[in-house]
């Protein structure tokens, strides 16, 4: 026996019977008419009559997940096709138009029907139908306008908001109605309920008020609360009137967010990354570029520095060394890398430590010289270090 399509009827009622595209829709009879919609309140009873039958004959939940899914998406796409062919000027005419009302209502009466009674085989990423996505865009809207006309006690609470209702607003007046799902529609109620609940007098975390970690929470991931965030915390770290207070600031705010809770399974905008990888990420990039910007600062005044002590250190001040400058810097190198002198890097043990040094041939010495020749000492130079530190350790047997 061959199996029927049971969205059959209905789906060759709207794809051509009602299509703009085909000339006979101008012309159908009222006699026509009134008997499609009669017809659809009974083809409406016998899908759930069917579908109920087919779910009780099957034992497998995968199984009854495909089956609801298949009829849900057919009925969407369908409700779909009715909705746009509505707008077509053919249908102006009040006989069509009752006809194509009784269709849509015929459809989302079925729709209704699946959410309701096989809710747990439907899965939240399913888009959602246009006219529901309608009336949830309505409620948003209305829900907006009470929002806009709350007043906040904190002003940082007010920018936040006020950043929070441009995108809502946004998302209202776009034209991504084919992108929508249920688990963003749920998403959006959870938000609205959520502001709806909060208490404005909870405690904030230093630069994160309750209201940021309200949103952080629920991953509001979208850029211009993100962009907002930032903002405020940059401001933050320019009252700040050192490199290294600045550096200090970020680190706290940093380790504040990381103490913060994010619920990473659902968020504002899905094509977008989590709220906390976003800003995770950024401090990432800032903590790097001062670590760079403090390195660069404190080289450059070791390099100041260094001028300053090879133009004032007398040559009276400085100590002679009878070793060669090779000797001499085989000693220092070694004393680093043994770890005796502990410095941030070799060359400021050199920049250090050479300028007051002299030799019974030379008295101004470049640590730059002493530094690289302790790379290329001859075996002789080796034995004669040697030979020199042998003899300290003999004299501190001594004492």
Avoid at 73 to 95: G, H, M
Avoid at 223 to 232: A, E, G, K, P, S
Wanted: net charge positive; with cysteine.
């Amino acid at each position: 026996m061959i199996k029927t399509h049971p969205l059959e009827w209905l789906d060759s009622l709207i794809l051509q019977t009602f299509d703009p595209k085909n000339t006979t829709s101008s012309s159908i009879s009222e006699s026509t008419l009134s008997l499609t919609s009669e017809n659809i309140a009974k083809e409406s009873q016998k899908i759930q009559f069917q579908l109920k039958n087919e779910v009780f004959s099957l034992r497998k939940k995968r199984q009854i997940r495909l089956l609801i899914r298949k009829y849900h998406s057919t009925l969407i796409f369908l409700l779909d096709n009715v909705i746009e062919n509505r707008k077509n000027t053919i249908f102006n005419a009040p006989n069509l138009s009752t006809s194509i009302d009784t269709i849509i209502s015929a459809l989302e009466e079925l729709l209704s029907f699946i959410e309701i009674r096989f809710a747990t085989y439907l899965s939240l990423d399913e888009r959602v139908p246009i006219t529901y996505l309608i009336v949830s865009r309505n409620e948003l809207h209305l829900k907006l306008e009470k929002l806009q006309r709350k007043k906040w006690q904190n002003e940082i609470h007010q920018n936040i908001m006020e950043s929070v209702i441009s995108v809502l607003y946004q998302l209202i007046q776009s034209n991504r109605s084919y992108k929508i799902t249920y688990r963003q529609i749920l998403y959006q109620k959870e938000l609205f309920k959520s502001i709806d609940d909060f208490d404005e007098s909870e405690k904030s975390v230093d630069i994160y008020t309750s209201l940021d970690e309200l949103l952080i929470r629920l991953n509001f991931n979208a850029q211009v609360y993100i962009t907002c965030l930032i903002n405020r915390i940059v401001s933050n770290l320019d009252m700040q009137t050192t490199l290294t207070d600045r550096m200090s600031k970020l680190l706290f705010i940093f380790k504040e967010f990381r103490q913060l809770y994010s619920n990473e399974s659902i968020m504002f905008e899905p094509s977008q990354q989590n709220i906390k990888s976003v800003l995770h990420n950024w401090f990432k990039h800032e903590v790097a570029y001062l670590e760079r910007e403090i390195e660069l600062n404190a080289s450059s005044r070791i390099g100041v520095q260094t001028k300053h002590i090879d133009a004032t250190v007398a040559l009276d001040n400085k100590i002679e060394c009878i070793l060669s400058t090779d000797q001499m810097g085989l000693i220092l190198r070694a004393t680093d890398e043994s770890r005796i002198l502990k410095a941030r890097s070799m060359s400021q043990i050199f920049k250090t430590i050479v300028p007051y040094l002299s030799t019974p041939f030379k008295k101004d010495l470049s640590y730059q010289s002493v530094r690289s020749k302790s790379y290329n000492a001859e075996e002789r130079d080796k034995e004669i270090a040697i030979q020199t530190l042998e003899k300290i350790i003999k004299k501190i047997k001594s004492y």
